[in-house]
């Protein structure tokens, strides 16, 4: 695919000098991101094209009118949408949210996952599991397969 402008072709000059090596990447960063994403066949057969009636920056084709916005003056409220007959009657507006009430105080009872305990005692540990070695987990996985 060949370059659609001068400017074109001299950054995918550049990408493809870095590529080579002739040039540091640190030169033009542009020409760095370029040549660290594209193939280099893509980047040469894009440097290699003629200069020859190039224009110098490509120019955008003809640009579609935009749309104009629809003008409302200001602090006109929005218009409500139509009911539509297939959802039914309209819902009620949300209940507001009940009062929050103030935490519980740490021990009090009002909490059940509190636990109330002398000063300087310590939790019961959890059972203890038995600690299990790479063989016998192994002898255990072959003595399963046998017995199916």
Do not use: Y
């Not at 819902?91 to 109330?116: F, H, I, Q, R, V």
């Not at 959890?126 to 397969?145: E, H, V």
Request: no cysteine; charged share 25%.
């Amino acid at each position: 695919m060949p370059a659609k402008s001068k400017a074109q072709q001299r950054i995918m000059g550049m990408a493809h000098a870095i590529q080579t090596g002739e040039m540091s990447a640190s030169k033009s960063p542009a020409a760095a991101k370029i040549a660290r994403t594209m193939k280099p066949g893509d980047v040469e057969e894009f440097a290699s094209t003629k200069l020859k009636g190039l224009p110098e920056k490509k120019t955008s084709g003809p640009k579609r009118p935009k749309r104009p916005k629809p003008v409302k003056p200001p602090g006109t409220p929005m218009a409500e949408p139509a009911p539509n007959p297939n959802l039914g009657p309209p819902l009620p507006p949300p209940a507001p949210p009940p009062p929050e009430a103030p935490p519980p105080e740490p021990g009090s009872g009002a909490n059940p996952m509190t636990l109330k305990m002398p000063a300087g005692a310590r939790p019961p540990k959890p059972p203890a599991t038995p600690k299990r070695t790479m063989g016998g987990i192994l002898s255990d996985l072959k003595r399963s397969r046998r017995a199916r």
